[in-house]
C-alpha cells in the first residue's frame, strides 16, 4: 500500500461546515494558509509517477526560485485539462454507481464511464484512446485531482452567482490545491473511500487499483466530505444501453496483478 507523505494538519481534526465562507475568504485572501500540506498536494496532483520532479518542485519553493517555479509550472493549462478529464471520469463513475445503473450489465467501471464521455464529447483529446491514456497517467492520484476539480466548479458556481471580483484563471484546480488544501483532501478522502470498495453499488471491482492508488494518510487530521452526486440523463443510460462490452476489464486485472506496491 503506498501512502502520500503529505503532513498531517495541526490542531483538533478539521471539520469543514461552511463551505462557501471559506471558499470565498481563501479566495480573496490569496494567501497559502498552509504551504506544506498544499505545495505536496500540487506536487502528487502533477507528477504522480516521478519523486524527482516532485522533490524539485518542493526545493524551489524553499529556496523560493521563482525561475524553477514558472520552468515547472510550464504547461500548466494541458495538465489541468487532463485533470479534468479524469475528474470527468470519477464523477461520472459515482453517479452510475449511486444511480442503480447498470447492476444487470456487471455494475458500474471505467469501461462504462469513459464510453459515455467519449460519446458526448466534442472537444479534442477526449476520444476513448486518449481519456485510457489520460487516465493511466493520473490513476493513482485520481481522488485528489478530481476532489481539486469539483472544488473549482463549486468556485466557479458560486462566483457566477455572487462574483468574487476574481477571473477564470484564478478559479482553477491548480489554486484551489494551492489556497483550499485541507477543503481538496476533505473531498478527496470521501473519493478513496468510494474508489477502493470492492462491490459497491453493483460494481465487481474497485475503481481504483489499492496496490498502487498513492492514498492519504489516515492521521491527516480532517473529517471526509461527500462530493455532488448527479442525476444521470436518460440519454446517456441509452448510450450505454447499446454499448457492446469489450475486454478492458480483464486487462486491467492482468496488469493489476503484475504491480509491485511502491513507497511514496
Same mark, same amino acid.
Given at each position: 500500500? !503506498?501512502?502520500?507523505?503529505?503532513?498531517?494538519?495541526?490542531?483538533?481534526?478539521?471539520?469543514? @461546515?461552511?463551505?462557501?465562507?471559506?471558499?470565498?475568504? !481563501?479566495?480573496?485572501?490569496?494567501?497559502?494558509?498552509?504551504?506544506?500540506?498544499?505545495?505536496?498536494?500540487?506536487?502528487?496532483?502533477?507528477?504522480?509517477?516521478?519523486?524527482?520532479?516532485?522533490?524539485?518542485?518542493?526545493?524551489?519553493?524553499?529556496?523560493?526560485?521563482? %525561475?524553477?517555479?514558472?520552468?515547472?509550472?510550464?504547461?500548466?493549462?494541458?495538465?489541468?485539462?487532463? $485533470?479534468? !478529464?479524469?475528474?470527468?471520469?470519477?464523477?461520472?463513475?459515482?453517479?452510475?454507481?449511486?444511480?442503480?445503473?447498470?447492476?444487470?450489465?456487471?455494475?458500474? %467501471?471505467?469501461?462504462?464511464?469513459?464510453?459515455?464521455?467519449?460519446?458526448?464529447?466534442? %472537444?479534442?483529446?477526449?476520444?476513448?484512446?486518449?481519456? $485510457?491514456?489520460? $487516465?493511466?497517467?493520473?490513476?493513482?492520484?485520481?481522488?485528489?485531482?478530481?476532489?481539486?476539480?469539483?472544488?473549482?466548479?463549486?468556485?466557479?458556481? =458560486?462566483? =457566477?452567482?455572487?462574483?468574487?471580483?476574481?477571473?477564470?484563471?484564478?478559479?482553477?484546480?491548480? =489554486?484551489?490545491?494551492?489556497?483550499?488544501?485541507?477543503?481538496?483532501?476533505?473531498?478527496?478522502?470521501?473519493?478513496?473511500?468510494?474508489?477502493?470498495?470492492?462491490?459497491?453499488?453493483?460494481?465487481?471491482?474497485?475503481?481504483?487499483?489499492?496496490?498502487?492508488?498513492? =492514498?492519504?494518510?489516515?492521521?491527516?487530521?480532517?473529517?471526509?466530505?461527500?462530493?455532488?452526486?448527479?442525476?444521470?440523463?436518460?440519454?446517456?443510460?441509452?448510450?450505454?444501453?447499446?454499448?457492446?462490452?469489450?475486454?478492458?476489464?480483464?486487462?486491467?486485472?492482468?496488469?493489476?496483478?503484475?504491480? @509491485?506496491?511502491?513507497?511514496?
Amino acid at each position: 500500500m !503506498r501512502t502520500m507523505q503529505i503532513r498531517p494538519f495541526p490542531g483538533s481534526k478539521i471539520q469543514i @461546515t461552511d463551505l462557501g465562507y471559506l471558499i470565498k475568504e !481563501r479566495l480573496l485572501r490569496d494567501r497559502v494558509v498552509w504551504p506544506d500540506q498544499a505545495l505536496s498536494l500540487v506536487g502528487y496532483m502533477t507528477w504522480p509517477s516521478d519523486s524527482v520532479m516532485r522533490e524539485r518542485w518542493l526545493e524551489a519553493h524553499r529556496r523560493n526560485d521563482q %525561475s524553477t517555479i514558472n520552468e515547472l509550472l510550464h504547461g500548466l493549462k494541458i495538465v489541468q485539462q487532463h $485533470w479534468a !478529464r479524469v475528474a470527468d471520469i470519477v464523477h461520472l463513475h459515482l453517479d452510475l454507481a449511486h444511480g442503480g445503473h447498470q447492476q444487470r450489465r456487471g455494475g458500474t %467501471s471505467l469501461g462504462k464511464a469513459i464510453a459515455l464521455i467519449a460519446a458526448n464529447a466534442k %472537444s479534442k483529446g477526449t476520444g476513448t484512446a486518449k481519456l $485510457w491514456e489520460i $487516465w493511466k497517467t493520473y490513476k493513482d492520484v485520481a481522488h485528489i485531482v478530481t476532489a481539486a476539480v469539483l472544488v473549482a466548479a463549486e468556485a466557479q458556481t =458560486r462566483h =457566477r452567482s455572487t462574483p468574487y471580483g476574481l477571473k477564470l484563471h484564478q478559479l482553477q484546480p491548480y =489554486r484551489m490545491a494551492m489556497l483550499l488544501p485541507e477543503l481538496v483532501l476533505a473531498v478527496a478522502l470521501s473519493i478513496e473511500d468510494y474508489g477502493l470498495q470492492q462491490t459497491a453499488h453493483g460494481q465487481t471491482e474497485p475503481m481504483f487499483d489499492p496496490q498502487s492508488l498513492l =492514498r492519504i494518510s489516515p492521521d491527516i487530521n480532517l473529517t471526509a466530505l461527500e462530493p455532488p452526486i448527479r442525476k444521470v440523463a436518460a440519454k446517456d443510460l441509452a448510450v450505454l444501453k447499446t454499448r457492446r462490452s469489450g475486454n478492458r476489464g480483464k486487462a486491467n486485472r492482468r496488469n493489476r496483478r503484475k504491480t @509491485t506496491p511502491v513507497l511514496a
